[in-house]
């Protein structure tokens, strides 16, 4: 029988909506290679890799009734050219451009009707550039099972080869008698999840998103579980069909040299890249705050979610925690509060065999795509009341990859909103940048430029900022 969807993936699937689609994107820009690269590249490379993740030749099939949740079949009708698609920027495209190209093309709804993702090339960014776009659903993304599509596409070597796959044959697609007899077979090896499917529906929106707590109750600390409401913010905002997209690209080396500077004592461990970062965009917030006028307080906070990988093999499905971290927007000293996030993040991931910045840079291939993909499912599932703003950040190898030759100087997540979340930011360090994606409402931000200035403004406040005196509190 074909394989069926957890309950937090079918969650997923349920509460989507017009304004708030289910599905995480990057954008990522290359060099062109010397030969050139073109649409029919793009097509070529896809559908030589798909064979090594065949759920991208699949989609979703509802079960008569929603006696059990829809099931994974082969599209039959596959067709790889709908999938892979074509865009242009009019020469010389600008980064701007490319944002607000990005900002339209992320919200615009998956096709459930085939498999759930697409796939962007973008000519005509200036410097001989151009960008791919992909956008994947978070059904589909699991990082067990399947990985993102970018992961796929990527090569450690400019001249490695295309293997040839064997010809793919879809398998038939089940009927509807077929489904129920597998639905009912199932419910023979888990009978409580057969009932409670059974007496909800799995068109029930509010059993559904019980559903995604429930089995998000796996990867759950207990700070989550403990956790109070977050403070009120103009981040939770009412989310509508439209949205910014913004990208900042930094200095990996100045985020060390921050860290490496400001760390007390003589243990460099004491502050981390992620500290800095969040620090970074504590004084982002800070800076954004106060240019809208919004008052600013010595208490003021904003509280982060933030997907953090556990070194955790021998248990499957609970590589992902969430630390939930109060950034002290109200301190107006750069160093200060840095060592107060550092503190907070400690505290929460003492004992909790949190995996290091190194680990996952080294995972092979390129893991930020899954990455991030995982921690949108995870920023998914909770209560939005807990936090404000989702922050991933995913570090990735610091070496160059390619793209059927193309070398790829730069890679921006692009992560979803949920319903109250007018911002989510995501980040990759690659190759000595660190760059950050941030992706808003277009009418709750129209002021996603200055947020997105705050961040190199922020950076430099604290590559500037003295060394804070005293103990942290």
């Not at 029919?40 to 099939?61: E, K, N, S, T």
């Not at 697609?173 to 007496?199: C, H, K, N, Q, Y």
């Not at 992902?320 to 503190?343: K, Y």
């Amino acid at each position: 029988m074909p394989d069926r969807l957890t309950s937090l993936d079918a969650s997923f699937l349920v509460m989507e909506d017009a304004s708030t689609p289910m599905h995480v994107g990057s954008v990522m820009v290359f060099d062109s290679p010397p030969g050139g690269f073109d649409h029919d590249a793009m097509v070529d490379l896809i559908a030589h890799r798909l064979a090594f993740v065949p759920r991208y030749r699949q989609r979703v099939r509802g079960v008569p009734g929603g006696l059990a949740n829809p099931v994974w079949v082969d599209d039959e009708h596959f067709d790889v050219g709908y999938h892979v698609r074509r865009s242009a920027l009019p020469r010389p495209g600008t980064d701007a451009q490319l944002e607000e190209l990005v900002a339209r093309i992320m919200p615009r709804p998956l096709d459930r009707h085939r498999p759930l993702w697409e796939v962007y090339l973008v000519e005509g960014l200036a410097e001989d550039r151009f960008a791919i776009l992909t956008k994947t659903h978070h059904a589909l993304v699991d990082g067990y099972n399947t990985v993102d599509i970018g992961q796929v596409i990527l090569d450690g070597a400019q001249d490695a080869e295309v293997a040839h796959p064997p010809a793919w044959r879809p398998s038939r697609e089940p009927t509807g008698p077929e489904l129920l007899v597998g639905a009912i077979a199932d419910s023979v090896r888990g009978p409580a999840e057969f009932i409670e499917t059974v007496r909800s529906g799995v068109s029930d929106v509010k059993a559904a998103g019980g559903r995604a707590v429930s089995v998000a109750g796996e990867v759950i600390s207990a700070i989550a579980r403990a956790s109070r409401s977050a403070p009120e913010s103009p981040l939770n905002a009412k989310v509508g069909r439209a949205r910014r997209y913004v990208m900042i690209g930094t200095d990996l080396e100045d985020h060390r040299r921050v860290r490496a500077r400001l760390a007390q004592g003589n243990v460099a461990e004491d502050i981390t890249v992620n500290d800095v970062v969040l620090a970074t965009l504590a004084g982002a917030f800070r800076a954004w705050l106060l240019t809208r006028g919004e008052p600013v307080h010595t208490t003021t906070t904003i509280r982060a979610m933030v997907p953090v990988r556990l070194d955790r093999a021998d248990e499957p499905g609970k590589e992902l925690t969430a630390c939930f971290v109060d950034l002290p927007i109200g301190e107006p000293r750069a160093a200060m509060r840095l060592h107060q996030i550092s503190f907070a993040m400690r505290q929460q991931m003492e004992g909790g065999g949190a995996m290091g910045a190194d680990t996952l840079a080294g995972l092979a291939g390129f893991a930020p795509p899954t990455m991030h993909a995982m921690g949108a499912r995870l920023a998914g599932a909770f209560n939005r009341r807990l936090y404000n703003v989702a922050v991933t950040n995913v570090p990735g190898p610091q070496r160059p990859l390619y793209a059927a030759g193309a070398a790829m100087v730069s890679s921006y997540p692009a992560m979803p909103l949920s319903p109250g979340q007018g911002l989510s930011i995501g980040l990759t360090s690659y190759d000595g940048g660190v760059y950050y994606g941030l992706y808003a409402d277009r009418d709750a931000f129209p002021d996603l430029d200055v947020l997105g200035h705050g961040i190199v403004d922020g950076l430099q406040e604290l590559l500037d900022a003295p060394r804070a005196r005293g103990r942290r509190s």
